[in-house]
């Protein structure tokens, strides 16, 4: 059975001040669905035990969740942007890294897919009110609520392993205040939303598949495909 490692955040019980791991379970149903077994990755500084757990996974995915500190690509954080986790940073470009260096399969959504663009070198968006066009909502209200738009397929590894024979509009989940300004050198864009953005990527080196949305909270079927890919089940 090929075994999947899902990224985990932290976060702050208030009644207590104590720190929690959390992640969604549409993540774990979304690799119970393609027939793996799923397991969650901590925090993790030391590089030898980074390297020793991805060598024994077959997938990695890399979660969404809170903002990237801007100064990991070298700006200083806007009015827009001031929450997010030195230590869950730390330890996830470590992981991106070496997940990169032996070529494990790897899905980045959303965070992941953010912070996969400034490994290689790119930037972001602080927030999305920078971009000029205003034509597409990449989020409403609170951060729990999803908002939908189409996306643009283009012709990509992408478009084969979802199935379709030419270029496809299909409709996503969209839940994003930030998205890719510059796209990183290695980095082949596969998506755009209507406005421009980049909504999905690949790379030649690298096994990976990078989605702004969030698969593993879509009914359609369509979406474990990338998963089975990953995995060598199609």
Not at 2 to 31: H, P, Q
Not at 64 to 90: K, M, T
Request: aromatic share 10%; proline share 3%.
């Amino acid at each position: 059975m090929k075994i999947v490692g899902i990224t985990l955040s932290k976060k702050l019980t208030k009644e207590n001040g104590i720190k929690s791991y959390e992640i969604k379970d549409s993540y774990i149903k979304y690799v119970n669905k393609a027939g793996f077994l799923p397991i969650l990755i901590p925090y993790l500084d030391e590089e030898e035990k980074i390297r020793d757990l991805l060598n024994k996974l077959d997938i990695l995915i890399l979660s969404g969740g809170i903002d990237i500190a801007p100064f990991r690509y070298g700006e200083n954080p806007s009015i827009y942007c001031q929450d997010f986790d030195f230590l869950r940073d730390e330890s996830e470009f470590k992981i991106r890294k070496i997940a990169r260096d032996i070529n494990i399969p790897t899905l980045a959504i959303c965070r992941g897919f953010q912070l996969v663009n400034i490994l290689y070198g790119g930037f972001l968006y602080q927030d999305l009110s920078q971009l000029n066009d205003n034509s597409v909502i990449h989020r409403h209200g609170e951060e729990e609520e999803i908002s939908y738009h189409y996306v643009k397929i283009k012709r990509s590894k992408l478009l084969n392993i979802l199935g379709f024979s030419k270029e496809e509009k299909i409709i996503v989940n969209s839940n994003h205040h930030q998205g890719i300004k510059d796209l990183g050198q290695g980095l082949t864009p596969s998506a755009y939303s209507d406005d421009g953005l980049i909504e999905a990527f690949e790379s030649d080196t690298w096994n990976m598949i990078g989605l702004q949305w969030h698969p593993e909270d879509m009914d359609k079927d369509t979406m474990v495909k990338i998963i089975e890919y990953l995995g060598g089940n199609i």
